[in-house]
């Protein structure tokens, strides 16, 4: 039994691209599509589609990689858990790798980055970070 689906999606993501493997497919709910689409939307994957499978949906998250065949996501790391809620004011949203990375939210707006959060002064809950 699945106890933490997000971090199923996130390992599934991260294992896909270490074994440089063109896509991952997973399980698929509404939480993760928008987490999908943010990861697309800040450029770290190429596309995200979800599909009717025989009695269940799936979601198809098409990996992106550079020239060297490195894949665009370096690491991520899953902050809050099903065990384990994490949640932030605007003003206490932590940088990721000074900048370079990102964090994710879940907030009253919708599933959003960092940046955003800051500039629409939104906390919220701190799915991931992602560099």
């Given at each position: ?15 896909a ?5 063109d ?60 065990g ?48």
């Amino acid at each position: 039994m699945m106890t933490d689906p997000i971090s199923d999606m996130l390992t599934r993501i991260r294992n896909a691209g270490m074994a440089r493997h063109d896509r991952a497919e997973m399980p698929h709910s509404m939480m993760k599509e928008r987490i999908a689409h943010v990861l697309k939307a800040e450029g770290f994957v190429a596309d995200v589609r979800a599909s009717e499978g025989e009695g269940a949906r799936t979601l198809t998250i098409v990996l992106r990689y550079g020239k060297d065949q490195k894949s665009a996501i370096d690491g991520v790391r899953r902050v809050s858990t099903p065990g384990r809620r994490v949640y932030v004011r605007h003003d206490r949203i932590p940088r990721v790798r000074s900048g370079i990375g990102l964090s994710i939210l879940s907030t009253s707006h919708g599933v959003i980055t960092d940046a955003q959060a800051r500039d629409q002064r939104l906390g919220g809950e701190l799915i991931c970070e992602v560099w």
